[in-house]
């Protein structure tokens, strides 16, 4: 089946500072989809790449998926305390292999 | 437009119990997803029902069964409780012929086994 490791599993920075987390495979993927786990909550789904080097922002955060469709990675602009938490890719569509996740620490 | 329900939120169980976890889907959603997270993991896709029948399952022992019900509830079932089954147990509701592949996830319910 499909696997995904992401790096770094975490991350800690100034607010205001850039953050990105990637996201690899050795095997082509399907799809690539992200979801945020804020702490104590439950995934909640971000957004989906399908194909070969797509791109796709929403507002401060912006997602790419490889033209090899062998990895993904989100970046986030000037993050804020609100964009704490962990986030986690996963290949698949309704069953998913997610990734260990990348958990943020944004300081203020 | 109520979203994914679970019940209860927290137990406590002691090994060798059994424990049944509840899920309500997404009003309008046929598809409920099992997963199981560990502390400081990604989920781990157990199993997924539709149309009331187990459609795929994970990597995971016979002591995890399940069931769906004609409203499209769920319920997950584990036997023989180990120390290794505490975890975050989320449901995961979609639709079939969603194009998206979007999971709505309920906020869980964290076992701890004792």
């Known amino acids: 089946g499909q696997q995904v490791m992401q790096i770094p599993q975490y991350q800690h920075v100034q607010e205001g500072e850039d953050f990105t987390t990637y996201c690899n495979s050795s095997t082509t993927l399907s799809n690539i989809q992200w979801y945020k786990q804020r702490p104590g909550g439950h995934p909640v789904f971000l957004i989906q790449l399908v194909k070969s080097g797509e791109v796709k922002k929403q507002k401060r955060l912006t997602f790419q998926f490889g033209e090899a469709k062998k990895n993904s990675s989100l970046h986030i602009t000037a993050t804020q305390t609100t964009d704490v938490g962990t986030y986690f890719c996963a290949a698949g569509y309704s069953t998913l292999t997610f990734g260990k996740g990348t958990m943020l620490l944004v300081s203020p | 437009d109520a979203g994914v329900t679970q019940s209860p939120t927290h137990l406590i169980k002691t090994r060798g119990q059994q424990v049944t976890l509840r899920c309500s889907p997404k009003?309008?959603?046929?598809?409920v997803s099992w997963y199981q997270q560990a502390l400081g993991q990604g989920p781990q896709f157990i199993f997924q029902y539709y149309e009331e029948e187990e459609r795929q399952r994970g990597n995971f022992p016979d002591r995890f069964s399940g069931h769906q019900f004609p409203n499209y509830s769920s319920e997950l079932n584990v036997n023989a409780l180990l120390l290794g089954d505490s975890a975050l147990y989320l449901c995961?509701?979609?639709?079939?012929?969603?194009?998206?592949?979007?999971?709505?996830f309920g906020e869980g319910s964290r076992l701890t086994v004792l």
């Open positions: 009003s309008g959603h046929d598809t």
């Open positions: 995961a509701s979609s639709l079939v012929r969603t194009q998206t592949g979007e999971l709505f």
